[in-house]
Structure formats: structure tokens, C-alpha cells
């Protein structure tokens, strides 16, 4: 597989391949770092932490662009805690297929169509997994992947 370059991770923070629209049209505001999932070939990297197979590579927002990734298993992106909460959901959702509580964790699994990869669970589509924690949001592809 050939090394996933710039345009990706722009894509990724512009949503323009991600969910079809343009960067502009959403506000980031709030947006405080985002986490690639990927596998053992990247554990070498400064910014890694092992986790059984996967390679969990955190950076600030800001640095997002500067990021080259091959085999990224999923994302998560991190939200302050007083950003919009229904601005989130309706973003990022096209319909919500379930919502529960972990401890005092708030989740919302869902879908969205113009993100290809998907689960099953429960025999319910998903691919949008959003956590409402005390200490920020989270929304993770396919689904959160690192905990919360």
C-alpha cells in the first residue's frame, strides 16, 4: 500500500473526502487533538503508544496536516467539552442506531453514509461512534477505538 500523504490528513481535517463537503463548512472550533489507529509499522514513531496490535499516533490539531499514515484502522477526534453537542451529532450523524451510558459516559453510535467503513453490532450499521465524557467529546471512525 502505498504511503497515505497530505492529502489525506487534509482531507481528514477538511472533511472534504471524509463527509463530501467543503472545509469551510464546518467550524473546528473546539477541536484539540485527533488520534490515528494503525498497526505495528508505525510503533517506531515519537508521538506512538502500543496497544496489543494497534498504534495509537496523537497529535494536537494543529499538527494534523503534518501527519503520513499508511493502513489507519480508524480516528478519533477530540472536542472540548463545551462545544456544541447537537451541532456534533447532527454533523456527524445521518441517524443515531443506538445511545447508552458507561459509568457517567454518554455514547451514541450511529451512522454516516459518506464514511465507507462500517461495523455491525448487534445487526445495527454503525460507523460514528460519539462519548460525551466530563472531560471533552469524542468521535471516533468507525467507532472509538482507543477508550474513553
Not at 504511503?3 to 473546539?30: N, P, S, Y
Not at 445511545?99 to 453510535?109: A, D, E, M
Amino acid at each position: 500500500m502505498k504511503r497515505i500523504v497530505a492529502f489525506f490528513v487534509i482531507a481528514l481535517v477538511g472533511f472534504g473526502v471524509v463527509f463530501g463537503t467543503k472545509g469551510d463548512e464546518f467550524d473546528f472550533q473546539g477541536l484539540e487533538k485527533v488520534c490515528f489507529v494503525t498497526d505495528l509499522t508505525h510503533a517506531e514513531d515519537e508521538n506512538a503508544v502500543i496497544n496489543g496490535n494497534d498504534v495509537y499516533i496523537t497529535v494536537s490539531a494543529g499538527k494534523v496536516k503534518e501527519i503520513k499514515l499508511d493502513k489507519v484502522k480508524g480516528y478519533v477526534l477530540y472536542f472540548d467539552k463545551n462545544c456544541d453537542e447537537s451541532m456534533l451529532v447532527n454533523r456527524f450523524l445521518d441517524y443515531s442506531s443506538d445511545f447508552y451510558y458507561v459509568g457517567s459516559t454518554r455514547i451514541v453510535n450511529g451512522y454516516n453514509a459518506k464514511y465507507h467503513d462500517y461495523r455491525f453490532v448487534e445487526g445495527k450499521k454503525y460507523n460514528v461512534q460519539i462519548a460525551f465524557t466530563d472531560e471533552s467529546i469524542l468521535v471516533g471512525f468507525p467507532m472509538i477505538l482507543t477508550g474513553f
